[in-house]
Structure formats: structure tokens, C-alpha cells
């Protein structure tokens, strides 16, 4: 096994810790031999003479120039998510939705139009909505993410993207990426995949014909909770050209390259090229070194965490469908629930997001929230606390009761991102919350509760 020669790919454990490094580990980027990567807190880069700058500011030498355009220590955390989901590169951004973002623009200009699963975080969707929509770009939703036939139908001649999360939030809806994937090629468009639920270690949406990877890098890539930041990953795979006239500002002449394109200037590098210095470059969603720091410190803990999260949240899960007071869980580890797509795309478990609902409705609900004393009422995920939400009158107040239907969020829903504490105390919890459901005390709609808890 150790004979295949120094090309010979290390297993996640190893490159989530090791994966960014030069071969004397992070010394080499030191002057005093630290061997954890600086934080290198700094605007910009000192150039050696005039010749240098202006071979920086050509392109011509890869020096840094100012932390807007990248940073070593944001550069340390890119190498290290583009080795973990197998891509070419990644951009570090300030958070994740300044990762759809910056993905999504470097793609569609006015006049385009996105495909896009209706079982979206709602950041993403109201971006979509809202601020795309006044800039003259489209969106269809597709209400059934595993319908393959709606995805093809939705498609028109000036699309530009098909987007979707691989495990759904809140829903967790697990995405036929493979095959998607082969309808955007069909189309020559590429499909874009928000894998902040999944993470690499648990699906590595590129190796199943994705093209570009976003995340949320403030969820279970950090898992710590104190740092907002996110990524875009680009496969390098997207044939830019073959798609024709479609992406004339990745394939026509450009005014800072001296009239040739991005492709031809970068070739298989032109989306994250363009997206670097054009789009997050001009509209400066730039992380701090000292987050990228604080999320890389979460990087090299993922895989315990993520087996860690898994286990118990299959365990919760399982102890959930058997309460009376619980009508239905939504968790695709659960035996049964879309077995083939889990088999095929999570086979090291399903994640720790996922929802149920409740009986009683709203009211139960707010009982319920209100009785826990361990998980956290908030909105975040992937925290290795476990969180607890009532997505109806939160994350999805803005829709329509008919939207929230459509997309499974029905007055009993409650979301839950188990943390990786002992499960018994977790389970304890829960418990707790379930017993308050049939306490004396009156039930109060959530967005007016008070704080007093019900024992
Ligand atoms: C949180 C989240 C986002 C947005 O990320 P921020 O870091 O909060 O900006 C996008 N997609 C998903 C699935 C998320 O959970």
C-alpha cells in the first residue's frame, strides 16, 4: 500500500491537518520556525522594486499585492478546502453568502437565468430573488429537487447555472448530484453546489460531476462558532468555451488582459481567475487572515467531528420517531428515507442538520423549544453545540404560507443541528423538551414568547 510511488493520494484525517503544508510543514513560511501557519494581519505586501510591482500588478509574478486580492494565511485555508473537495482551487471569502455570491456573479450577467432547488438556505434564495432580480437576472425554483424531469424542463435557452444544495436545509433532501451534474452538461451550463450540510469529508460533490463547490465555511468547516467565512471551489473542469457565446466575459476579449479572454489567458483557471480579481476583488467581500486562522484551527478537527456529529444525530433521530408527541422526522440516515441516493452519496453518514415535526403544531413547538435547557435556541448550524430552530416563524417568515408548505415547512417543523456533546444528555434533553409539551402551563407562539421557561 505504501509502494505506489509519492503521488500516492493521503487519506482526509491526514490532509485536513497536513494538506496545505509545504514539506517542512508551515517553518518554511516562517522566520523564526513556528509550526503553525502566522497570521499575516496586514493590508499589503512591500515590493522589492519597481519592476516586481508592476510584474505583480501584470500578472506576471504571483506575489502578494494587497489582502483584498488573497493573503498567505487565507491562501494556507483555500489549498487546504481545495485539496479536501478535490478541486483546482478555492477563493476564501468573508462569509457564505458572500461565497454564492461571488460564485454566482462570476456566471450570470443581466438578461441570464438560474435553475435553482426550491429547498435552499434562505439567504441564498432571497439573493436569487431580490438582488438578482434587480439586476435583471431570473430564477425558477424547482419545488422537488429529485424530480430530474422539472430540472430539464425548467431550462431555457438563456440559462446560465443550475443550483442546489447537496443535503437540503432545513429539509434535508439528499440531491441526485450525478445526475444533474449530466444535465448541465447537456446544456453546457455548469451546476453549482452549496455543500455546507454534507462537508468533504461526508460528499465531495466535485467527483460526482459538479462543477463549482460553495460553503458556508461558518458552519461545520469552522464547527466552533466564532468566526463567519466562505469558500468557493472551483472543479476546473467547466469547459468555458465549448458553451460558445454564453460567458463572453470568461471567453471574449478583456480590458485588463490586454484584449485576450480569461480562458485563453488561464485556461482552465478563468472562473476562479475572474472570480478572484474581478468580482470578490471589485466587490470586497474579503476575509480577515485572523478568521481564515480561526476556521483553519476547525479544519483539522473535521472528520472526528463530523463521525461524531453523524452517530449522534442518527441515534437522536432514531430515538425521535419513536416518541408520540412526533409525527414525522425528516433524516435521511433514518432506514428507508431515500436509501439509494444515501447509499450512494453518504456513505459515512447524513450530516447532523436535519428536522421533525411535532404533533401539536406552532404551540407545540414553542413549548418544546422553551423546555430545552442544553440546545441552543439560535439561528446557526454545524456548531459542535446542538442548536435548535422553528424555522416556520424564523428562517422562513418571509415566505408565503403556500411557499412554506411547498417546501415542507409546516407550523410543527423544528429544526435541530446536533452537536457532538454526549448523546444521553442530548436525548435527556429532548426528552425535557417533550415533557414541557404536556405541562399545565399555556403555550405561546414563538416570535412573542417570553423568555421564562416552562419546568
Ligand atoms: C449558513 C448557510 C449559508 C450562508 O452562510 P453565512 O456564512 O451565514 O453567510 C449558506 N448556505 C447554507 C446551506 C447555510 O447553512
Not at 30 to 59: K, N
Not at 138 to 164: H, K
Not at 180 to 197: G, K, M, S, Y
Request: glycine letters at 10%.
Amino acid at each position: 500500500m505504501s509502494n505506489l510511488g509519492p503521488v500516492v493520494r493521503r487519506g482526509f484525517a491526514t490532509e485536513q491537518i497536513h494538506g496545505a503544508e509545504t514539506p517542512h510543514g508551515a517553518a518554511t513560511q516562517s522566520p523564526h520556525g513556528a509550526r503553525i501557519a502566522p497570521i499575516h494581519l496586514t493590508a499589503g505586501f512591500v515590493f522589492d522594486d519597481v519592476d516586481q510591482a508592476e510584474a505583480r500588478f501584470r500578472g506576471d509574478d504571483d506575489g502578494y499585492v494587497y489582502t483584498r486580492m488573497g493573503n498567505p494565511t487565507n491562501a494556507d485555508v483555500e489549498a487546504r478546502i481545495a485539496g479536501l473537495e478535490g478541486g483546482a482551487s478555492a477563493l476564501l471569502l468573508a462569509s457564505g453568502q458572500a461565497a454564492t455570491s461571488v460564485a454566482t456573479l462570476g456566471i450570470v450577467g443581466a438578461g441570464d437565468h438560474i435553475v435553482a432547488s426550491a429547498h435552499l438556505y434562505e439567504g441564498t434564495r432571497g439573493f436569487f430573488q431580490d438582488n438578482l432580480g434587480r439586476l435583471g437576472i431570473s430564477v425558477d425554483f424547482i419545488d422537488d429537487p429529485t424530480d430530474l424531469a422539472a430540472w430539464t424542463a425548467a431550462i431555457r435557452p438563456e440559462t446560465r447555472l443550475l443550483f442546489a444544495e447537496s443535503i437540503s436545509n432545513p429539509t434535508a433532501v439528499v440531491l441526485d448530484i450525478a445526475a444533474i451534474a449530466r444535465i448541465a452538461e447537456r446544456n453546457a451550463i455548469p451546476l453549482v453546489i452549496d455543500n455546507t450540510l454534507a462537508t468533504p469529508y461526508l460528499l465531495r460533490p466535485l467527483e460526482h460531476g459538479a462543477h463549482i463547490v460553495v460553503h458556508s465555511a461558518s458552519k461545520f468547516l469552522s464547527g466552533h462558532g466564532q468566526a463567519l467565512g466562505g469558500v468557493v471551489v472551483d472543479g476546473g473542469t467547466f469547459d468555458w468555451a465549448r458553451a460558445g457565446n454564453r460567458f463572453p466575459h470568461l471567453t471574449g476579449p478583456d480590458r485588463q488582459l490586454g484584449g485576450a479572454s480569461f480562458v485563453e489567458r488561464f485556461g482552465a483557471g478563468a472562473f476562479a481567475a475572474y472570480t478572484r480579481g474581478v468580482v470578490a476583488g471589485r466587490f470586497g467581500p474579503s476575509p480577515s487572515p485572523f478568521n481564515a486562522f480561526l476556521v483553519r484551527q476547525g479544519i483539522e478537527t473535521l472528520s472526528l467531528r463530523m463521525e461524531r456529529h453523524c452517530a449522534n444525530a442518527l441515534a437522536i433521530a432514531t430515538w425521535l420517531q419513536k416518541q408520540p408527541e412526533v409525527s414525522l422526522v425528516r433524516y435521511p440516515g433514518l432506514d428507508g428515507q431515500s436509501p439509494v441516493r444515501v447509499r450512494r452519496y453518504l456513505p459515512r453518514g447524513a450530516g447532523s442538520v436535519f428536522s421533525f415535526e411535532l404533533r401539536g403544531g406552532a404551540a407545540a413547538a414553542a413549548d418544546f423549544i422553551h423546555g430545552l435547557r442544553l440546545f441552543s435556541h439560535m439561528s446557526h448550524l454545524g456548531d459542535v453545540r446542538s442548536l435548535v430552530l422553528h424555522p416556520e416563524s424564523t428562517s422562513h417568515v418571509a415566505r408565503s404560507e403556500s411557499e412554506r408548505l411547498a417546501a415542507g415547512i409546516t407550523p410543527g417543523l423544528v429544526r435541530l443541528s446536533v452537536g457532538i456533546e454526549d448523546v444521553s444528555d442530548l436525548i435527556a434533553d429532548l426528552d425535557r423538551g417533550l415533557d414541557a409539551l404536556h405541562a399545565p402551563a399555556t403555550s405561546t407562539s414563538l416570535p412573542s414568547a417570553p423568555a421564562a421557561q416552562i419546568a
